[in-house]
């Protein structure tokens, strides 16, 4: 099984409708971020979470919001979703080392017509 | 600010032949860096890491980098590239207590 998993997959929603990504890890990680993906800008850190109780904005955080369930589970809310969210999302988990490194989910491909 | 940039977008190389991906970063701190790479319709796995213990990195599939503080670089290479190499290859920067910073990656074509 995967380390870590998201669903959906794929989603196609419209303007205006709240939407929510989910992300669970199996890694006993307590840090987990989201990202977002745009082609030719690479990633973008949306929010990133150190524990359950440690939520931080990241560089792209306007128009989404988080909520961190439990130290396995973190999900992504767009409360009104436009044409620009349109992407592809990304969550990873991390041990609490500087150095340590980001196991990333499969992604999630959101289309926001 | 900590930033890494990639140089080209796209590159090419035939089977067999060198790989080289460039990346140069900006960092005011001695920088921990990363190599990760994303095949197609999958997330992102770490290739390799530059975390001052050694200035040349060897990774996972063959890939290695050298880290160099007199031209601020930390490109990727791969002496012979193969055709399952093909995918799209992210430099990262370390930045403090918050996440990873990437770059806007280069995607690798190999040729047959």
């Known amino acids: 099984d995967a380390d870590v998993t998201q669903t959906p997959r794929n989603r196609i929603t419209k303007t205006g409708k709240r939407i929510m990504l989910e992300c669970s890890q199996t890694?006993?990680?307590?840090?987990m971020y989201w990202y977002r993906q745009d082609p030719g800008l690479g990633l973008r850190l949306i929010y990133y979470?150190?524990?359950?109780?440690?939520?931080n904005k990241g560089e792209i955080s306007d128009g989404y919001s988080v909520s961190r369930q439990a130290q396995a589970k973190f999900s992504l809310s767009l409360e009104s979703a436009i044409p620009n969210q349109t992407a592809l999302y990304f969550c990873?988990?991390?041990?609490?080392?500087?150095?340590?490194?980001?196991?990333f989910g499969p992604g999630t491909r959101l289309t926001v017509l | 600010a900590q930033s890494v940039t990639q140089l080209g977008s796209h590159v090419s190389v035939s089977e067999g032949a060198l790989v080289l991906l460039r990346c140069n970063y900006s960092?005011?701190?001695?920088?921990?860096l990363f190599w990760y790479v994303q095949y197609p319709n999958q997330g992102l796995q770490l290739l390799l890491k530059?975390?001052?213990?050694?200035?040349l990195v060897k990774g996972i599939n063959g890939f290695e980098a050298e880290f160099k503080k007199s031209e601020t670089s930390f490109h990727l290479t791969k002496p012979s590239a193969h055709m399952s190499d093909a995918a799209e290859y992210f430099c990262?920067?370390?930045?403090?207590?918050?996440?990873?910073?990437f770059g806007s990656g280069t995607r690798l074509q190999v040729q047959p």
């Open positions: 990873a988990t991390s041990g609490p080392g500087t150095t340590d490194t980001q196991y």
């Open positions: 530059y975390t001052s213990a050694a200035t």
């Open positions: 890694k006993g990680h307590d840090r």
């Open positions: 979470s150190f524990d359950v109780k440690d939520i």
């Open positions: 960092s005011s701190v001695p920088p921990y």
């Open positions: 990262a920067v370390f930045t403090g207590r918050r996440a990873l910073t």
